[in-house]
């Protein structure tokens, strides 16, 4: 079947191909730019590497149909496997380990799974709250950073029962040595995924420092597997009751169902890695980017606030319960669209399992992919796509009543990637941004730093760069 090119940008050099108007430290918002000039699918070339983009809503229809396409490992995944090998994330679709893990973890995202993590949930903002009342009324919060503690501590200790203690060191420290070693290895995917020339001669550093940081990351999550393994997964809570099986005890106790085979000690290890690494950073940006927004319109986080109070009428410090939580319609739009804009996953990859094309008619001329040919669907471009209308750069939470969810096609919001392979800890995700966001605006007033202007950093996630905002305490009415 005849096919037609995939556009380019202009200037293509030999040999070194399309590197002129890359941009290394943004290159997801490089991509959208080169979108908005060459349409809804473009290709580079990087010394001989062939990178193809797509955002265009029917071309992503047909890329995502998993009977033409399944999940890639690009070169960003490929490169984090150094830190969690075959954890659900990065685990290459011919691994077995994927399936095995995926079938064993599935019953810790059931709606009763979540009904049990409900309350840490609840106890942790808690705590970020209390740090707030003590300390951040009188300044500036950096938003990114505490956000980040408080979605470590859920996943830490909803899911494996352990604490990095974010809210019990000194107000004014340096972050979790943990966190650190692992957002330095984040950065360092995410640099080495882009096939610059002569990288390796200049390296050294920066390779000898991503191993440090692989090992003291690795190390801390074995002393958490070897803590469970001494104590037993019937250990006792503070109150003398069983605690619940969490998502670490489902992967040391339980066998796959089809195949009755368990998860070795080295994938338990990149399985909870996957869960700290890709089950903070990117729930901790999306909370980050919803502040910003609440704060950069205070008629949004009015109507947010009078949904909270209209279930919390005067409540100083709510109790708020699982069922509650989904009564939160607003609050969850807020957070929909949040992630429209700025989805902090900023897209996934998919290849083709045979010959094919896209973008075609019945008389051919579509787009051409070869088998295991892949592309990256940028989900930044396709949350903007005209299906979205013609204000698609304005933030409104009504885009996501159910009568204009109905009104679009689904493929169209893809924040958790899409298929078989689409994030396993999406529900969780979201039930902790839902209940974190409601207990913030109902607690404090957000006000801006005066002339802060949104800058999205890339660190294979996005999020607002040195955002910062200072919480009033409330008087509820």
């Not at 984090?80 to 994330?89: A, C, K, N, Q």
Request: proline share 6%; glycine share 8%.
């Amino acid at each position: 079947m005849e096919t037609r090119p995939i556009p380019h940008p202009p200037r293509r050099i030999p040999l070194l191909g399309d590197i002129l108007g890359m941009d290394r430290d943004a290159p997801s918002q490089g991509t959208l730019r080169q979108h908005r000039r060459l349409g809804p699918i473009y290709q580079r070339v990087i010394v001989g590497t062939t990178l193809t983009f797509v955002t265009g809503a029917e071309l992503v229809e047909e890329i995502n149909d998993e009977k033409r396409f399944r999940k890639h490992v690009g070169r960003p995944l490929a490169k984090l496997r150094t830190l969690v090998s075959d954890g659900l994330f990065t685990a290459f679709h011919h691994e077995p380990s994927w399936s095995k893990a995926h079938n064993i973890l599935m019953p810790g995202f059931t709606r009763d799974a979540m009904r049990g993590y409900h309350q840490t949930m609840l106890e942790t903002t808690r705590e970020l709250i209390t740090r707030w009342d003590e300390h951040a009324t009188a300044e500036f919060v950096d938003v990114p950073a505490e956000m980040s503690k408080l979605t470590l501590e859920m996943i830490g200790r909803a899911g494996f029962g352990y604490s990095f203690d974010s809210f019990g060191r000194a107000h004014g420290d340096q972050e979790d040595p943990f966190v650190g070693a692992m957002l330095r290895a984040l950065r360092h995917a995410e640099q080495t995924a882009i096939p610059i020339p002569f990288r390796g001669l200049f390296a050294g550093k920066a390779e000898r420092q991503n191993d440090a940081d692989i090992a003291y990351v690795a190390s801390v999550v074995d002393e958490v597997i070897a803590e469970r393994r001494a104590n037993g997964s019937g250990a006792t809570g503070d109150v003398g009751e069983t605690r619940r099986p969490d998502l670490l005890d489902l992967m040391l106790d339980s066998a796959d169902p089809e195949t009755g085979e368990r998860l070795d000690e080295v994938n338990i290890r990149n399985q909870v890695l996957t869960f700290l690494v890709a089950g903070h950073e990117t729930s901790a940006n999306a909370l980050a980017f919803a502040l910003h927004f609440l704060a950069q319109n205070p008629e949004i986080a009015a109507r947010a606030r009078a949904e909270v109070e209209s279930l919390w009428p005067g409540a100083d410090q709510p109790e708020v319960s699982f069922e509650q939580v989904a009564k939160l319609r607003y609050v969850r739009r807020v957070v929909d669209e949040t992630m429209r804009l700025w989805p902090t996953a900023p897209g996934y990859f998919r290849e083709a399992v045979a010959d094919t094309t896209i973008g075609g008619d019945g008389d051919g001329g579509g787009y051409g992919f070869a088998e295991n040919d892949w592309a990256f669907v940028l989900v930044l471009g396709l949350h903007r796509d005209p299906v979205w209308g013609p204000d698609v750069e304005s933030f409104d939470p009504d885009r996501f009543l159910p009568e204009n969810v109905r009104a679009r096609p689904g493929h169209v919001y893809k924040p958790f990637g899409t298929g078989l392979r689409a994030c396993i800890g999406r529900q969780f995700a979201l039930h902790e941004m839902v209940l974190a966001l409601a207990l913030l605006v109902h607690r404090y007033d957000l006000e801006p730093e005066p002339g802060y202007e949104l800058t999205v950093k890339e660190q294979l996630t996005l999020k607002p760069d040195g955002f910062r905002l200072r919480v009033r305490r409330r008087v509820s009415p």
